[in-house]
């Protein structure tokens, strides 16, 4: 198995402009959350997902964040429009069957807001 | 407010020392606290506790849970450059919490030079 995948591993962007992330979760698993980690707040939970319905997007900081899934494999996190603070490593991660058991990371996209 | 404390923060040691990384915690009646190491990249995840007093050991590292004192620790003997990482603790809330996630702490950054 390829492991959780993102896409891009970097991106660079202005101030202002449309940013979004790519997730692919492990094939078979029910549960995608997408993180994002800085070196203030560490690592916190955006939102969730259990079979493709957000189920939790308390941790989406405000209504410039925005996530879909649209099928089993394939989640995206957007930001528009995006800000410096913006900046951190956002991760994605898949579980099998609940929000609660051990919880498989991809690479993270490190995003640089300028 | 912070539900998962971990210290020190940040550390630094010589190689072929022993380190303990310590995490507290205030959820109650939480199902299993986890242990992940950070790298460069992602989290990998190394121990699920979910008794009191029993340690876990894989090589050099092993970690035991004290849910009286609500507290876990890990240890790392002998370390070495490779163990050079943040170390991630996270709590896996009660049942009645729904299906709420993990909740992670800051971790703790440890630096092991030559």
């Known amino acids: 198995d390829a492991g959780v995948i993102q896409s891009p591993r970097h991106e660079v962007t202005e101030m202002g402009q449309e940013v979004t992330l790519r997730c692919k979760p492990i094939s078979g698993h029910d549960y995608l959350f997408w993180y994002r980690q800085t070196m203030m707040r560490g690592l916190e939970l955006l939102i969730y997902f259990n079979n493709n319905v957000p189920i939790d997007d308390s941790g989406m900081p405000e209504d410039r964040f925005s996530a879909k899934m649209p099928n089993a494999s394939f989640s995206t996190l957007k930001i528009q429009p995006s800000e410096p603070r913006d900046s951190a490593v956002y991760f994605c991660?898949?579980?099998?069957?609940?929000?609660?058991?051990?919880?498989?990371f991809g690479p993270g996209t490190r995003l640089l807001v300028l | 407010e912070d539900k998962v404390v971990q210290s020190p923060l940040s550390l630094v040691v010589h190689e072929g020392d022993t380190v303990t990384l310590n995490c507290s915690y205030e959820v109650t009646n939480f199902r299993s606290l986890l242990w992940y190491k950070q790298e460069k990249k992602a989290p990998t995840f190394l121990f699920m506790l979910t008794s009191s007093g029993i340690e876990k050991k894989s090589g050099r590292l092993s970690s035991i849970l004290d849910k009286k004192e609500l507290f876990s620790i890990l240890n790392i003997t002998a370390t070495q450059t490779g163990d050079s990482a943040v170390y991630l603790c996270a709590v896996e809330p009660p049942r009645n919490s729904g299906n709420t996630p993990l909740v992670f702490g800051k971790g703790t950054r440890l630096s092991v030079i030559a």
């Open positions: 991660a898949s579980s099998l069957a609940s929000a609660q058991e051990t919880q498989y």
